[in-house]
């Protein structure tokens, strides 16, 4: 059964540092998504994505945050300058047009230093 | 602005017995439902959804029950499996919302006792 993926399982980063979390969604998925959990919060939409574009954003998705689909499969989730309370869970999502249940990778989880 | 709520953090059950997690909302234009699962340090598996058409879908020991007048959802598991303890999560859409957003819920942590 396909999966969505992502890499690394978890990163540490030092503070102030860019980090690039990676996501191959489902293949044949239209919809992606990032979502985040700090520990032991809720899990917090960050920004959806569609046709090459940011269908939707969520407050916590500043300038600092940014996504892309820099080919047919990868999508990814970049933080230029991370600070400690972006420790959290990344989870990445994806679904197929006219289908509302997204189905989510595994997770990374980025500890900032 | 919480727009879907679960209320109750944790709930725990006898293995055996029904299991019952509660969701609420605010928005009446949500038609679509989802309940999601989610183990420590995983990915939110999807469960079970329903659509506003209908009050009741069942998968197996999964049934969700709409109850649309009162903005009201719930989860019955029956019957309860130790495997079940994790994290539920109430997500709902609006239908007509093109990037099928889902609003989250905070979550009913389950705790299955043997």
């Known amino acids: 059964e396909p999966e969505v993926t992502q890499t690394p399982s978890h990163q540490v980063t030092q503070m102030g540092q860019e980090v690039i979390l990676r996501c191959v969604p489902i293949s044949n998925h239209l919809y992606f998504y990032w979502y985040r959990q700090i520990l032991g919060q809720k899990v917090e939409f960050l920004v959806s994505?569609?046709?090459?574009?940011?269908?939707?954003k969520s407050e916590i998705f500043d300038d600092q945050f940014s996504v892309e689909r820099p080919d047919g499969s990868n999508f990814t989730l970049k933080i230029r300058s991370t600070k400690l309370e972006d420790s959290a869970m990344y989870f990445c999502?994806?679904?197929?047009?006219?289908?509302?249940?997204?189905?989510f990778g595994p997770g990374t989880r980025l500890t900032v230093t | 602005d919480q727009q879907v709520k679960q209320n109750s953090p944790s709930l725990s059950v006898q293995e055996g017995r029904i299991s019952i997690l509660n969701c609420d909302y605010t928005?009446?234009?949500?038609?679509?439902f989802l309940w999601y699962k989610k183990y420590p340090a995983e990915g939110p598996t999807f469960l079970i959804s329903?659509?506003?058409i209908k009050d009741k879908n069942e998968d197996g020991r999964f049934t969700v029950f709409l109850n649309k007048s009162a903005k009201h959802l719930s989860l019955h598991i029956v019957p309860s499996q130790p495997g079940d303890s994790a994290v539920y999560f109430c997500a709902a859409s609006a239908l007509a919302d093109s990037n099928y957003q889902l609003i989250w819920g905070a979550g009913t942590k389950l705790i299955i006792k043997p």
């Open positions: 329903i659509s506003s």
């Open positions: 928005n009446s234009m949500f038609d679509y």
């Open positions: 999502a994806s679904n197929r047009r006219g289908v509302y249940e997204q189905y």
């Open positions: 994505f569609y046709n090459n574009e940011i269908s939707e």
